[in-house]
């Protein structure tokens, strides 16, 4: 009977895995076949966000309108705030609430928390739980990507001056992500970790004791690494771009405007509604290990799902007494 239910667990963490490979090229196809259709090159200057756009027409209209009464000022003045902290953001992302406790009380207003056990479980469901728990944590906030860690870095950029033909080197500082995590992080502690413990708990208790040390030595070093990669992949910062309000001189053909982070991008860096950020070299989003996958994590990624399979085959030996 132990082995029975020890092989359902190891077949349901399958199952996750193969969700994980298949759900690659369909994210990624979708993501580029609708990103081509929806980007242009224009100048940094006339693309307006629907945000900018209410208040440039409510600028305009102004002298005619009626004064406000507190609730609207308020509405006014928060707009303002939002816009503000989007538009000075030193990433390329999306217009969200500018902290976890502003979007905490916007779900506890909408009673959006108390629906979340009847619903299907999505982004606005897993951006709720992240505005309470961030809030009491007091982590940072990029897009809808929670900051647990961050420090300052310098950066040294090259500017050439083609009048003159000469080069200045500019240095300055720029926020770098040390922790960060992805808004899908409930379900990472709440069913990949379980899963993955679960059945790596089940046998070291079950088969480990009887065979070999070798054994023993080769499926710790796995079970390990499975695990440290689950960790980098979920942690790291899957290479979110910086804002760039115009595409650098030597690549300025290549580089497309994003409407959505009001910055430009280079070739398959794309933004992803979900985190709403732009990620360098986007693949996907994997709501199993929480986050986006791109530049920063695919190396880690890819060795999660390797070691998925492995570990998974290594325990269904060990429980059925192949090794």
């Known amino acids: 009977r132990h082995t029975t239910t020890s092989v359902v667990g190891c077949c349901l963490l399958s199952l996750v895995a193969i969700q994980v490979g298949q759900a690659m090229p369909q994210r990624r196809a979708a993501v580029r076949g609708s990103d081509s259709n929806k980007d242009e090159v224009v100048p940094f200057s006339q693309s307006l966000g629907p945000i900018e756009k209410d ?65 299907e479980v999505d982004a606005n469901c897993c951006i709720c739980c992240s505005g ?10 990029v897009g809808n990507m929670a900051v647990l860690k961050q420090s300052m870095e310098w950066v040294e950029l090259v500017e050439v001056d083609e009048e003159k033909g000469t080069e200045t080197t500019r240095k300055y500082q720029r926020p770098r992500l040390d922790v960060v995590v992805g808004p899908f992080w409930p379900m990472l502690l709440c069913v990949t970790y379980p899963l993955i413990f679960g059945v790596s708990l089940w046998t070291a208790i079950v088969a480990i004791p ?57 070739r398959g860096a794309y933004y992803d509604t979900d985190c709403a950020v732009i990620v360098e070299d986007f693949d996907h989003t994997c709501p199993w290990t929480g986050t986006a996958i791109g ?29």
């Open 132 to 141: 309470y728990f961030c809030s009491k944590l007091g982590a940072g906030r």
């Open 210 to 266: 009887r065979v070999p040390f070798v054994a023993q030595l080769v499926w710790g070093a796995l079970t390990f690494a499975l695990i440290y990669a689950l960790a980098k992949t979920s942690f790291s910062d899957p290479g979110i771009l910086y804002r760039h309000a115009r595409p650098p001189p030597q690549d300025e053909n290549s580089w497309r405007w994003s409407d959505q982070a009001q910055s430009y991008r280079p």
């Open 295 to 323: 530049k920063g994590n695919m190396p880690y990624f890819q060795c999660f799902v390797g070691l998925v399979f492995i570990c998974l085959i290594m325990d269904i030996l060990l429980l059925t007494g192949a090794i």
């Open 55 to 119: 208040l440039a027409a409510s600028d305009e209209n102004a002298s005619t309108v009626e004064p406000l009464d507190i609730d609207q000022q308020y509405e006014v003045e928060h707009k303002n705030a939002k816009l503000k902290h989007w538009q000075e953001s030193p990433f390329a992302v999306g217009a969200v609430k500018v902290t976890w406790e502003e979007e905490c009380r916007d779900h506890n207003g909408n009673g959006c928390c108390q629906q979340c056990c009847s619903e």
